[in-house]
């Protein structure tokens, strides 16, 4: 497994060479995605772009855009974990007494690196429920015109008659809509609500993926020789499993 365990080291010293462009990357992500600075702001901003006036639920842009860059986020950094823990995992030695102090070093930095990924999956599991929790509020806006439409058809044939065979059809179409004008300020205040919360969580998930994504970056640089060769210049560094 000598060729895996060399093609995943170079995997990762690519890893972390491209750290700080990622970092760099996510830091920017936080303004550009993030525009408002309280959630006041953030509150004033939806409410004013709320679309009450029609069946159509165009959503919240930039709480969807945000959402959809974490989940890119989540996804990129959870692979690079995952390098990081196959690198670690293949560079076990085999047990034996004495001289463990790096094998500890990669147990405690390989707990760390699931812990994260578990963590940052965690969130990716959370993200969905943003769309119907804001769909089912959507709904109860008292102003939002529902619509139906009833379409009814009919045909018939004669024969013999005065004028020879004949044969009628008729189809008719109808449309509906009705809109409540009962005035309910908290129902578009529940979805701006909902929005504004979820503005804050993803915010929040991307400053964790950033602070979580770079302390395993930090603790794959700086034990990099220990998770590489446990045993230091003597003994075998790689678990064997042929």
């Known amino acids: 497994m000598e060729f895996l365990l060399e093609q995943s080291k170079s995997e990762v010293e690519s890893i972390l060479s491209s750290a700080p462009a ?9 303004n550009t995605l993030f525009p408002h600075k309280t959630l006041s702001a953030a ?9 009450v006036e029609s069946a159509d639920n165009a959503g919240n842009k930039v709480v969807t855009d945000a959402l ?28 034996e007494d ?21 963590e940052l999956v965690k969130i990716l599991d959370s993200l969905p429920a943003y769309f119907d929790t804001r769909a089912g509020a959507y ?40 809109k409540t004008l009962r005035t309910c300020a908290d129902r578009a205040n529940h979805v701006v609500a909902i929005d504004v919360n979820y503005y804050f969580k993803l915010s929040s998930a991307l400053k964790t993926i950033l602070s979580s994504y770079a302390i395993v970056v930090d603790n794959v640089n700086k034990n990099f020789e220990k998770l590489s060769r446990p045993k230091g210049s003597s003994g075998s560094n790689s678990m064997s499993m042929f």
């Not at 990622?22 to 936080?30: G, K, P, W």
């Not at 509150?43 to 679309?51: D, K, N, P, R, V």
């Open 22 to 30: 990622d970092v760099e990357r996510m830091l920017s992500s936080l």
């Open 43 to 51: 509150s004033a901003a939806f409410t004013s772009s709320l679309t």
């Open 68 to 95: 959809f860059a974490v989940r890119d986020e989540i996804e990129a950094a959870v692979a690079k974990i995952m390098a990081f823990e196959r690198f670690i995992a293949l560079s076990t030695p085999a047990m």
């Open 98 to 118: 004495g001289n463990n102090f790096g094998v500890t070093v990669q147990m405690m930095v390989a707990k760390y690196c699931k812990d994260t990924r578990e």
């Open 139 to 178: 709904e109860k806006m008292p102003t939002v015109p529902s619509k139906s439409s009833t379409s009814s058809s009919s045909s018939s044939t004669s024969s013999g008659g005065k004028d020879g065979d004949e044969s009628k059809k008729s189809t008719s179409t109808s449309t509906e809509e009705k």
